[in-house]
T-cell receptor, first 114, second 110 residues
Framework: EDKVVQSPLSLVVHEGDTVTLNCSYEVTNFRSLLWYKQEKKAPTFLFML??SGIEKKSGRLSSILDKKELSSILNITATQTGDSAIYLC??????????????WGAGTKLIIKP | NAGVTQTPKFQVLKTGQSMTLQCAQD?????MYWYRQDPGMGLRLIYYSASEGTTDKGEVPNGYNVSRLNKREFSLRLESAAPSQTSVYFC?????????FGPGTRLTVL
């Protein structure tokens, strides 16, 4: 059965700290791993990773995929209160019908204290 | 482009009532999805449509039906609402792996 597990489930840090969020996956014919940020509304796309070891960066956020370990991390440096959100990880399996379903983790709730 | 739109944004139902949640996308995507999200549970797939004319059950389909009216529109129907269906419902669409989400519908069943 396909599954994606995120850890920790919740995290509270102070502004300026660096955080690392974890995602492990078991996904049929793995295609890619995606990270989303969810504030008080719909999830918004952050990164998609398909190749192992290649880091994707956007400002203070970065992510890397380890295909050998079937895992990914999302790093946020110099955190700000605006980074407070739920961070969702999803695996994209390669099903035979070309359906692009995503298998979602439960999310990590990140709270940044001023 | 409006992206993915959903109506209504909020709804309160009594147990046993029925309603339809509407979703439309203007990105010419083949695949569309309905999720529900409950606290601490992440996104759970209710139904999906890989292409116009096809629909399939996801992880939690009981109590729901869907219609893929055309390539743009994918509706979710609750025939007889139950308190366990109180949740936030998201519609999403994609062409490849990245999914785009609508703003969500917050549904309360009393």
């Amino acid at each position: 059965e396909d599954k994606v597990v995120q850890s920790p489930l919740s995290l509270v840090v102070h502004e300026g700290d660096t955080v690392t969020l974890n995602c492990s996956y078991e996904v049929t014919n793995f295609r890619s791993l995606l990270w989303y940020k969810q504030e008080k509304k719909a999830p918004t796309f952050l990164f998609m990773l398909t190749s192992s070891g290649i880091e994707k960066k956007s400002g203070r956020l970065s992510s890397i995929l380890d295909k050998k370990e079937l895992s990914s991390i999302l790093n946020i440096t110099a955190t700000q209160t605006g980074d407070s959100a739920i961070y969702l990880c999803a695996g994209s399996p390669g099903y035979m019908d070309s359906n692009y379903q995503l298998i979602w983790g439960a999310g990590t709730k990140l709270i940044i204290k001023p | 482009n409006a992206g993915v739109t959903q109506t209504p944004k909020f709804q309160v139902l009594k147990t046993g009532q029925s309603m339809t949640l509407q979703c439309a996308q203007d990105m010419n995507h083949n695949s569309m999805y309905w999720y529900r999200q409950d606290p601490g549970m992440g996104l759970r797939l209710i139904y999906y449509s890989a292409s116009e004319g096809t629909t399939d059950k996801g992880e939690v389909p009981n109590g729901y039906n869907v219609s893929r009216l055309n390539k743009r529109e994918f509706s979710l129907r609750l025939e007889s609402a139950a308190p366990s269906q109180t949740s936030v419902y998201f519609c999403a669409s994609n062409q490849r792996s990245e999914q785009f989400f609508g703003p969500g519908t917050r549904l309360t069943v009393l």
